[in-house]
């Protein structure tokens, strides 16, 4: 299966991949780039729901950082080194680790939003 075709019992890793792969660097860049200055520009002015932001952000920010690692790791480049590979899965798995628990932040948060304090 190439990278822009998915099979419909795709797993949610496999369909990452594939977005990974076919996903233009330029397009992962604004995500990274954009990810970051949303979550610093949330952080700094600390509107209401800042925290969705900020988590919603590093979403978007890790999501690039973790495509990036991916293609590198896919490529199968075997003129870098070996400290260069192993330096590549560990922000691959650090992004990964780092984009699972902001996605949970950013559920918890938006929740919290929604709720307010109807519960109190």
Do not use: Q
Not at 21 to 36: K, N, V, W
């Amino acid at each position: 299966m190439g990278p822009t075709t998915m099979d419909s019992n795709a797993r949610l890793s496999e369909l990452l991949h594939s977005r990974a792969l076919a996903t233009a660097p330029r397009r992962l860049l604004l995500d990274l780039a954009g990810g970051t200055v949303v979550t610093a520009a949330a952080l700094w002015l600390r509107p209401k729901g800042w925290m969705a932001l900020v988590s919603a952000g590093l979403c978007f920010a890790l999501y690039g950082l973790w495509a990036f690692s991916e293609r590198y790791l896919a490529a199968d480049d075997w003129t870098s080194s070996a400290r260069v590979r192993l330096g590549m899965r560990i922000v691959h798995m650090a992004a990964s680790g780092m984009g699972l628990v902001a996605l949970v932040s950013l559920l918890f948060s938006l929740l919290g939003l929604t709720l307010g304090t109807w519960i109190s």
